[in-house]
């Protein structure tokens, strides 16, 4: 399928964001939200920071403390036989498991879609026992007036998915966890459907049972119930060791089209397109037999964790998909695809 790059790639880099403190770096900006305001393409990044260490041996790691309100910092040394520091992303050791970065959510704001500016603080910065690690991977969803962003909160407590709304992406209400651990993966649809609110979420799988697409129903955004697993795992092929929901659904003239992540081998993750049935979400009438989007370019394949594009927010405008991706895990990038030719590269489905 001819995805269109962006020959701006990567739209915005590291170090295109400011520290929220001098002692930190900036190591990845990936995994943005993203809607319209007014004029102008709101993005809200997932901005990844670590302290600043002179010592190659040493790590340093952040954690926010609910109680003093702040960030400490815990080292650990390298030589160290209890801990092991194979996995960029994170520390194991026998108390548990620590991440090397802190992320949190920044805005950017563009009006060509192309070209952002960065706003210098955090919009969304960790607050609670449940974010003590970060809060990740947003996803935005306009239902009325109000834009709600739910997004995924990290602690030794577990993944929850959070949610908060704003009018204005200038002050910002948390409206409390909305899906308990391990659970993210969570987008809302931007609509009703037969006076019910849904969303899509991903548990995450510790014993039976594999990372898969589920569905859930509310009255109000805040309660959640009547699971259901619509969308599982296709052996031997791109998506057999996890998929997930990737953007906010929207409307197509055939129901309702939801772009989603799958990895495979090599934990190579793709993009393909579920087409749920207008009425009954719940149903899955098409998918892709192959993902529309794999890492090819060079900032796709290379960076933090490579070999990933992943989003958490497309535009559908005028029969183009314009998808805003992390690349690598590092960066932000874009590109466009017809929305009929996914749609075509749909197949129909009798089961999930």
Not at 29 to 36: G, Q, S
Not at 156 to 171: E, H, M, Y
Not at 264 to 279: F, H, M, S, V
Request: aromatic share 10%; net charge negative; proline share 8%.
């Amino acid at each position: 399928m001819p995805v269109q790059r962006s020959e701006h790639n990567p739209i915005l880099r590291p170090q295109d964001v400011k520290p929220s403190r001098p002692d930190f770096e900036v190591t990845c900006v990936l995994n943005a939200a993203v809607t319209r305001l007014g004029d102008e393409i709101i993005l809200l990044l997932r901005v990844a920071e670590r302290p600043i260490v002179d010592d190659p041996q040493t790590s340093r790691v952040p954690i926010f403390d609910p109680a003093k309100g702040e960030l400490v910092l815990r080292e650990f040394s390298h030589a160290d036989p209890h801990y092991n520091f194979s996995d960029p992303r994170g520390i194991s050791g026998p108390e548990g498991h620590y991440l090397t970065t802190l992320s949190y959510l920044r805005l950017a704001r563009s009006k060509d879609g192309i070209h952002f500016t960065v706003e210098d603080q955090p919009a969304l910065f960790p607050a609670t026992e449940y974010e003590t690690f970060g809060i990740e991977d947003p996803r935005i969803s306009k239902i009325g007036d109000t834009y709600y962003i739910d997004y995924v909160a990290v602690s030794p407590n577990g993944i929850v998915t959070a949610l908060a709304s704003t009018q204005d992406f200038v002050t910002y209400e948390r409206l409390g966890i909305i899906f308990a651990p391990d659970n993210k993966d969570c987008m809302l649809f931007p609509e009703k459907i037969n006076g019910k609110y849904y969303a899509l979420h991903r548990p995450c799988i510790s014993g039976l049972g594999k990372p898969q697409i589920w569905l859930a129903e509310s009255p109000d955004l805040l309660n959640w119930g009547r699971h259901r697993m619509i969308a599982g795992l296709r052996l031997n092929g791109w998506e057999d060791l996890r998929i997930g929901g990737s953007a906010p659904p929207f409307r197509v003239p055939q129901g309702w089209l939801e772009i989603y992540h799958g990895a495979g081998p090599g934990n190579r993750y793709c993009l393909g397109a579920l087409l749920l049935d207008t009425d009954q979400p719940w149903k899955v009438l098409a998918r892709s037999a192959q993902p529309f989007m794999q890492p090819e370019a060079k900032y796709e394949l290379k960076g933090f964790f490579g070999n990933v594009v992943f989003t958490c927010g497309v535009l559908c405008e005028d029969g183009i998909v314009k998808i805003y991706y992390g690349a690598a895990d590092e960066y932000m990038a874009y590109a466009e695809a017809p929305l009929q030719e996914i749609l075509d590269g749909l197949e129909l489905v009798e089961n999930r």
